[in-house]
């Protein structure tokens, strides 16, 4: 069976699974639709909160990243599984105490003011359409690469099944294809990392193997050999810091912030039973999620090694230390054919050389001219793996079927959040608060409906910036509504002109950070600094400024607050009440 | 529950999340970004102890200090008795 028919029937049956689930959970009223009624037990919850939380960007991209960053990888794996802490002790059992619907709904309940929740709901939209514009083109460049369709078929066959289970059972649906989606994704995750482990180590589980000797018999650390092919090709030590420490700790520290003020991460905690589960779940989420994380470090060290190895096989500078390109593997070709792969014979010796030319002083008495491997797309990282380890084509077939489980359940969590936004906060909560329960379920499948129209449309039509909106989706996240929900929890001081005034001071001044150097509104031709660490204030990169912005945001709310009055009693009240599991006698 | 035990379950509550939010910030920003390069002297197997503290070792005590802190608070609950039925 050719490799494109197994992956047709792969990925098709588990779209027939994902569809059979949805029809299974059909929801009935609004609680169901935003909050799965409260039923949703906290293991399982935790399960879908791994598959919400980790996108097609954790799973094709972030392995390839760490790859290429070695040590620096570092903020991406803690920063996106740190914030869970902040999540399980300062968010999650408060919020779910309040029992409420959404999360512009306790800042607006919270801080006694509608403006304060259409500032939540701003920040929430922007934030969640970013973000599920990366999911619609992960799903339209997985389908293309691996199915041979266009990416505009695939982009639409993955909103057809969005829309769906999302249309149908809201959260209830979502949240069980959700957990269907976690188990397809790390099963493919997984399996190509233990079989590269074993290969390269010896050791069947990647986390240990990655501290493990080389299975060569040569008894030298995986990571000690690693970081001398690459110096001794002028390449930075895989496990040396390059970049700056004090972005190091900005950014590892806005992507905590932003983890746990993402609103479709925190409204997974709404769908549990009890205060006692939502604290549970969030360290079960974290118990699923570092599965793929720790496993991630591994995939892209080893990956690293075998493209190093492959490439140069013998010593560095010896006449036939480099491959022929007549003699390359089937892999190299068929990603060579996608692009994502270029090589250039640039000294014409039929070999290809794969060097740092600022590293390696000494490449021309070599007879090299110029580094030859002109594009290494670091998503093939993930994607051409379990070729390169010589895997059954089941597997490289699993590995397409994950990447559109992790897109498809990310897109669907993002997809969700925005529509309760539209329906609960906006027409409920403001433009029409007469409707009743079943009206607000009605607006609720067309607000979804809506949304997943607007995300494929720019999903086709990518705006130019489609590569920076990530950051600032979690700077949004870290600078306004995170520190808005903490101080909510934490002080009974801040009150709503606090609140507001510090909602828009951490928010301007880090969409003004980034849009300085990025362009306004990410028109490059308008930024205003070339973006690099002279320009940049402290050294800190764009990226990096969320912690900025939450630290402003906390400022001024405090300042603001304790300038004007104290909340009334019954905000004082209601905090003293989420503050405890049971409601007071 | 009478209002000075609300104020004292409060009271543990914020003790408890600051000692956790210590360990939290020592072993990621602490020992996998600040001290990193002395850690890195140090090695666990073929790891360097610096670079294992970032990329692996800081997201396994994450876990394990979820779910230290959902013990606690479930005996806090208890002790107090506001625990869920």
Redesign the interface.
């Known amino acids: 069976m050719s490799l494109q028919v197994l992956t047709v029937l792969v990925v098709g049956a588990t779209f027939v699974l994902y569809i059979y689930i949805a029809i299974r959970s059909k929801a009935k009223d609004t609680s169901d639709f935003y909050v799965a009624s409260k039923g949703v037990h906290p293991v399982l919850n935790g399960m879908a909160t791994g598959a919400d939380w980790m996108s097609a960007a954790s799973f094709i991209s972030m392995a390839g990243l760490i790859a290429f960053l070695g040590y620096d990888g570092a903020v991406y794996l803690m920063g996106w599984t740190g914030g869970y802490c902040l999540l399980a002790m300062l968010l999650a059992p408060y919020l779910r105490k309040f029992g409420k619907f959404t999360v512009s709904e306790f800042i607006g309940e919270r801080y006694y003011s509608n403006f304060a929740r259409m500032v939540a709901v701003a920040c929430l939209i922007t934030a969640s359409v970013t973000y599920v514009i990366g999911q619609m083109k992960g799903i339209g460049v997985v389908f293309s690469r691996s199915l041979g369709v266009s990416f505009e078929v695939g982009i639409v066959i993955g909103m057809i099944i969005v829309f769906i289970y999302a249309v149908f059972g809201g959260m209830k649906g979502v949240t069980n294809t959700q957990i269907a989606q976690y188990c397809v994704l790390i099963f493919a995750y997984t399996v190509p990392a233990i079989f590269i482990a074993l290969q390269l180590t010896g050791m069947p589980i990647p986390q240990l193997g990655l501290g493990s000797t080389m299975s060569d018999g040569s008894g030298v650390y995986l990571l000690d050999k690693l970081d001398g092919i690459l110096t001794e090709l002028g390449f930075a030590a895989y496990t040396a810091q390059k970049m700056s420490t004090i972005n190091v700790l900005f950014l590892t520290m806005s992507l905590m912030i932003g983890t746990a003020g993402l609103p479709h991460v925190i409204m997974r905690f709404f769908t549990v039973p009890s205060v006692k589960d939502a604290r549970a779940s969030a360290g079960w989420a974290l118990v699923f999620i570092a599965i793929l994380y720790t496993t991630a470090p591994a995939v892209g060290a080893m990956a690293r090694m075998n493209l190093m190895q492959t490439i140069q096989h013998g010593p560095v500078g010896s006449i036939d230390g480099n491959i022929e390109y007549a003699k390359v593997p089937a892999w190299f070709k068929s990603w060579e054919k996608t692009g994502l792969l270029k090589f250039e014979d640039k000294n014409g010796d039929g070999r290809i050389q794969y060097y740092d030319e600022k590293g390696l002083k000494t490449a021309e008495s070599f007879g090299w001219k110029g580094n030859e491997m002109i594009k290494v797309d670091r998503d093939i990282m993930v994607l051409a793996n379990p070729e390169i380890a010589g895997l059954p084509n089941w597997v490289v077939a699993l590995v397409t079927a994950g990447g559109i489980a992790a897109a498809l359940s990310t897109a669907a969590g993002l997809l969700l959040a925005i529509a309760t936004a539209i329906s609960h906060d906006v027409l409920k909560g403001w433009l029409m608060p007469d409707i009743d329960d079943q009206q607000e379920l009605k607006f609720s499948r067309i607000a979804i409906g809506g949304a997943i129209l607007v995300a494929g449309y720019l999903g086709l039509n990518p705006p130019g910036f489609a590569a920076q909106v990530v950051a600032l989706a979690f700077g949004l996240a870290a600078s306004s509504i995170f520190p808005a929900i903490m101080m909510g929890i934490f002080s009974k001081r801040v009150n709503d002109k606090g609140a507001i005034a510090g909602m828009i001071a951490g928010l301007g001044s880090t969409l003004i950070y980034i849009f300085v150097f990025k362009g306004w509104f990410f028109f490059k031709s308008t930024a205003m600094l070339p973006d690099n660490a002279d320009n940049w204030l402290f050294g800190l990169n764009p990226q990096s400024f969320g912690t900025v912005g939450a630290i402003i945001n906390f400022i001024v709310a405090y300042v603001v607050s304790f300038a004007t009055e104290p909340p009334p009693q019954r905000i004082q009240d209601l905090i003293e009440d989420i503050r405890v599991p049971i409601a007071s006698k | ?1 009478v209002e000075k035990s ?1 104020e004292e ?2 009271r543990r ?1 914020i003790k408890l ?1 600051t000692l ?2 210590i360990i ?1 910030f020592v072993v ?2 602490g020992f ?3 001290l ?2 002395p850690l ?1 002297a140090i090695h ?5 102890l610096g ?2 503290f ?3 070792g ?3 005590i ?2 394990a ?3 230290f ?2 013990n606690r ?2 005996k806090l ?1 208890k002790e107090f008795g ?3 039925e």
């Not at chain 2, 666990?44 to 360097?48: A, C, F, I, M, N």
């Open positions: 529950m609300r379950y409060w509550n999340v956790c939010m939290w990621s920003f996998g970004i600040i990193v390069h890195n666990l197997g073929g790891y360097k670079f294992w970032a990329q692996q800081s997201m396994y994450f876990v200090l979820i779910f802190y959902s608070m479930g609950d506001v625990e869920e």
